[in-house]
């Protein structure tokens, strides 16, 4: 009777353990994924999604370039719209976008065949790749239109979606360098805009404004904005 009772003790003592244990780490785990999120939303860590892409454990191949840059300095058909060029009927998932920052240049391809160019200025530290949040740079790479609306002040937005899994890699490397401090964060929300309200002077002048975005004239977005969507490929050169 007495052997019973002590093996009786020692297996809920055992599983008293268990369920301390077993409570200890649902809430470590649950602190853990609080505080990932947590850097998340601050810009300090990518999604847990893109964990994979960062740490090369799916590929670390770099996306090759999508267009061929044009030869001249030139703007073309400026002086035509693009639905005059292309007509109505057209696949919009063939239109893509270069963006040539040392040209100040933004061309629509369609079928990789370049059809119209715009002028443009960009962030107001627009020499080199973003790096971080505050840097003002325009980044560079290939991106994908996330989504587009109405802009109150800037005509038009359309968001691209920096950082990817390669701003993300190179943002890191800059930390381990000592480029950035690690408290830096990455930033977000870039896109193609317009200007402020009678001032199509910032893109004559070439006067680089923006926090990192790329502006155009508001004819020259409202343009673009109507064959453009989400996936649309936007490919941004130094």
Same mark, same amino acid.
């Given at each position: 009777?007495?052997?019973?009772?002590? &093996?009786?003790?020692?297996?809920?003592?055992?599983?008293?353990?268990?369920?301390?244990?077993?409570?200890?780490?649902?809430?470590?785990?649950?602190?853990?994924?609080?505080?990932?999120?947590?850097?998340?939303?601050?810009?300090?860590?990518?999604?847990?999604?893109?964990?994979?892409?960062?740490?090369?454990?799916?590929?670390?191949?770099?996306?090759?370039?999508?267009?061929?840059?044009?030869?001249?300095?030139?703007?073309?058909?400026?002086?035509?719209?693009?639905?005059?060029?292309?007509?109505?009927?057209?696949?919009?998932?063939?239109?893509?976008?270069?963006?040539?920052?040392?040209?100040?240049?933004?061309?629509? &391809?369609?079928?990789?065949?370049?059809?119209?160019?715009?002028?443009?200025?960009?962030?107001?530290?627009?020499?080199?790749?973003?790096?971080?949040?505050?840097?003002?740079?325009?980044?560079?790479? #290939?991106?994908?239109?996330?989504?587009?609306?109405?802009?109150?002040?800037?005509?038009? &937005?359309?968001?691209?979606?920096?950082?990817?899994?390669?701003?993300?890699?190179?943002?890191?490397?800059?930390?381990?360098?000592?480029?950035?401090?690690?408290?830096?964060?990455?930033?977000?929300?870039?896109?193609?805009?317009?200007?402020?309200?009678?001032?199509?002077?910032? #893109?004559?002048?070439?006067?680089?404004?923006?926090?990192?975005?790329?502006?155009?004239?508001?004819?020259?977005?409202?343009?673009?904005?109507? &064959?453009?969507?989400?996936?649309?490929?936007?490919? #941004?050169?130094?």
């Amino acid at each position: 009777m007495l052997l019973s009772i002590i &093996f009786l003790a020692i297996i809920v003592t055992r599983s008293a353990k268990r369920k301390k244990l077993g409570l200890a780490f649902t809430i470590l785990t649950i602190a853990v994924t609080v505080f990932y999120v947590l850097l998340t939303r601050l810009g300090l860590l990518m999604p847990l999604s893109e964990l994979p892409s960062v740490l090369c454990l799916n590929s670390c191949t770099s996306e090759k370039p999508v267009h061929s840059s044009l030869d001249d300095e030139e703007l073309l058909n400026d002086r035509r719209s693009l639905l005059e060029i292309l007509g109505e009927n057209i696949a919009r998932d063939r239109i893509s976008i270069l963006v040539e920052k040392s040209k100040y240049r933004l061309t629509v &391809f369609y079928d990789l065949q370049p059809v119209k160019s715009y002028p443009i200025v960009l962030g107001t530290n627009p020499i080199g790749d973003k790096l971080a949040e505050g840097d003002r740079k325009t980044p560079e790479g #290939i991106y994908r239109i996330r989504s587009l609306y109405p802009h109150p002040n800037w005509s038009k &937005f359309i968001w691209l979606d920096y950082p990817t899994s390669q701003s993300w890699r190179e943002h890191f490397q800059a930390k381990l360098t000592g480029k950035l401090n690690w408290l830096s964060t990455i930033g977000g929300e870039i896109g193609i805009h317009g200007v402020p309200s009678q001032k199509d002077s910032l #893109i004559n002048e070439r006067s680089n404004w923006t926090w990192g975005c790329i502006s155009l004239k508001n004819r020259d977005v409202d343009d673009i904005y109507q &064959f453009v969507g989400d996936g649309t490929v936007v490919e #941004i050169l130094p």
